[in-house]
C-alpha cells in the first residue's frame, strides 16, 4: 500500500481567502491528508477544527500530521454534506470558517487498487472514496442499462460521445465482465473517432463521470453550499475548491442566489419577497493556480476557488 501522500492545492489562496482569526472554529470537510487543516491550526492560536473525510487511509494520514494540535481538533468519518450530525456531534451551531476541497487525492490516484486513474489498466474498476460503499464503477459498467450509462457519461463527463461509449460498454459486456481501468479505457478510446482523440486523453471525462456517479458528488451538491454557508457567524468566510466545470457552476450559482436581494419583478413599487443579501462574494472571478503552483504541482490545473463571507 502506498504512504498517504497529497498536496494541498492552492494553499495560500484557501488560508487568504478563508481570513483567518485566533478562537475560531473552522470545519474542513474534505480532510485529506490535512494539508489545509494543519495550516489553519498552525496559523491561528486557540482555533478549534472539525474536519470530515470518507477516506479511513485519508482520516489515519491526516490524524498523525495533526498531532501537534491534539486537542484542538477531531476528524469524523462522514461525508461533508452529513455536516449537520458532525456539528451536533461535536456541539457547534456557527463557524467562523468552511473549507470544502472537492478534488480528488494524489494518493486515491496512484494508489492502482483505487482504480481512479485511466493510467492504471490493470487496477479494479472501483472509484470508492468510501471503501465500505457498495457501488463500484465495475457494478455501474456491467449492470446499468444502455440509456442510464450514457446519461452519466453525458451529464457527469460533459463527453460528447457518450451514446457511442455506453453502447460499446454494453457490446462489451456480453462477451466477458469489465473489471479493469484498462477495459473501459479501450472501450472510450475505440468509441472516439480518431480526429476527436487530441489535447487532454480522451478517457479524462468517461472515467470523471463514473467516479462522480460511484460516490454521488453532485447530489445536493447545491443544497449543500448553501446551508453550510448559512451556519458561518457574521464576518465568517467560506472557500470552496473545484476541479471541474460542473461542480463550479453550481457554487457559482449557489453563491449568486445567496448574495442577490430582493428577486420581486420590476414592475412592482414595494418589495414583497423580503429577502435580503446573505453573502458578500469575495471572489468575483474564481481564482486559479499560480504559474509557479502549476509547474509544482500540474494536478492543480483544473482547480478553481470561490470565496464568499456572511453578512
Known sequence: MLEFSHKPVMLEECMDGLSLKDGGVYFDGTVGGGGHSFEILNRTKNSRLIATDLDDEAIAAATARLNPFAGRFTIYKSNYKDYERVFAEAGIDKIDGALLDFGISSHQIDDEERGFSYRK???????????????TAEIILNTYPEEKIAKILK?????????????????????????????????????????????????????????????????????????????????????????????DRIVKEAFKEMQSPCTCPSSFPV????????????????????????????????????????L
Open 121 to 135: 489498466e490493470n487496477a479494479p474498476l472501483d472509484m470508492r472514496m468510501d471503501r465500505s460503499s457498495p457501488l
Open 155 to 247: 451529464t457527469y463527463g460533459e463527453e460528447t460521445f457518450a451514446k457511442q461509449i455506453a453502447r460499446n460498454v454494453v457490446k462489451a459486456r456480453a462477451e466477458k465482465t469489465l473489471r479493469t481501468s484498462g477495459d473501459f479505457a479501450e472501450i472510450v478510446q475505440k468509441s472516439i473517432p480518431a480526429k476527436f482523440r487530441y489535447g487532454a486523453p480522451c478517457e479524462r471525462k468517461s472515467f470523471q463521470a463514473l467516479r462522480i456517479e460511484v460516490n454521488g458528488e453532485l447530489d445536493g451538491l447545491y443544497e449543500l453550499v448553501v446551508s453550510l454557508t448559512k451556519r458561518l457567524k457574521k464576518g465568517g468566510r467560506i472557500a470552496i475548491l473545484t476541479f471541474q466545470s460542473l461542480e
Open 271 to 310: 418589495c414583497v419577497c423580503g429577502k435580503k443579501a446573505e453573502i458578500e462574494i469575495i471572489t468575483r472571478k474564481p481564482i486559479t493556480a499560480s504559474e509557479r503552483e502549476l509547474k509544482e504541482n500540474s494536478r492543480s490545473k483544473c482547480a478553481k476557488l470561490r470565496v464568499a463571507e456572511k
